[in-house]
């Protein structure tokens, strides 16, 4: 009986198209650079729903409910797939929404505060943890191959792809917690914080969708990656990092402004 109901729960995770996620590290700092640019009000609103938690300490949670069949409707909101050389107006819907789609509905219940306290907290979770997915560019990358998914790489003489050395492999083996490695974050002054949060979703789709390009192009099925891969792109990885949670701030004052 416990060999089938691990089995079952092995088949849950496998069918969640991109599974793979920015690790558990990089989510953390996304929500540890977020909660340092909020504004007091959001600060004071986040902190009444959340119980006291801070976004990194909630930021993982579109993940560890993946494996719970009564969430396998928001599994095809971790990523969106977008064609090279089409934007996401371009593209046919999702049926079963995609990650653009996750964020505005995120958006709309946790801003409107006729809803159950209960709704906007998940929805809250769910945004901090999207909004982060989104500035992974393999999240962004094309159906053909699940964004990376299907092309096989070795990392330092272990089995793994495209996807997976972008979600996790390069973060883990930077070898910081999400605080060291939030603070070496360069400091930025508000100009440059500003610019970051110019525009909103669609524009940074297509930032992420153009970084995706440029990953597919860096590396060759099999290819053995190690230090020099790392050491090329490690600055885009600190890069969107930033990014994710300076502008998870901007769509979290926004909405409790």
Not at 96 to 105: F, P
Request: with cysteine; hydrophobic share 35%.
């Amino acid at each position: 009986m416990k060999k089938i109901v691990l089995l079952i729960l092995l088949v849950s995770q496998m069918s969640f198209g991109n599974a793979p996620y920015w690790s558990k590290t990089g989510h953390r700092v996304i929500g540890e650079v977020a909660q340092e640019e909020l504004s007091g009000k959001a600060k004071r609103a986040i902190h009444k729903l959340l119980d006291g938690k801070s976004l990194s300490a909630i930021s993982n949670f579109a993940d560890e409910i993946k494996a719970d069949s009564r969430y396998r409707e928001f599994s095809a909101w971790h990523y969106v797939n977008v064609p090279p050389g089409k934007d996401y107006k371009d593209i046919e819907p999702n049926t079963y929404g995609d990650l653009v789609t996750g964020i505005r509905k995120c958006v709309e219940v946790v801003g409107n505060k006729k809803n159950p306290k209960e709704d906007r907290v998940f929805y809250l979770k769910m945004l901090v943890h999207l909004v982060g997915d989104l500035h992974q560019p393999m999240h962004v990358g094309r159906l053909e191959d699940k964004g990376g998914n299907d092309i096989q790489v070795q990392w330092f003489g272990r089995g793994s792809n495209l996807h997976r050395v972008w979600d996790s492999n390069m973060i883990d083996d930077y070898g910081l917690s999400f605080t060291e490695l939030a603070n070496t974050l360069p400091s930025l002054d508000k100009k440059a914080r500003r610019k970051i949060q110019a525009g909103e979703v669609l524009d940074w789709v297509k930032e992420s969708q153009e970084i995706a390009d440029k990953l597919y192009d860096s590396v060759e099925i099999g290819e053995k990656l190690s230090y020099r891969y790392s050491y090329d792109w490690w600055g885009t990885v600190e890069s969107q990092l930033h990014k994710g949670g300076l502008r998870l701030a901007k769509v979290l004052n926004d909405i409790f402004k």
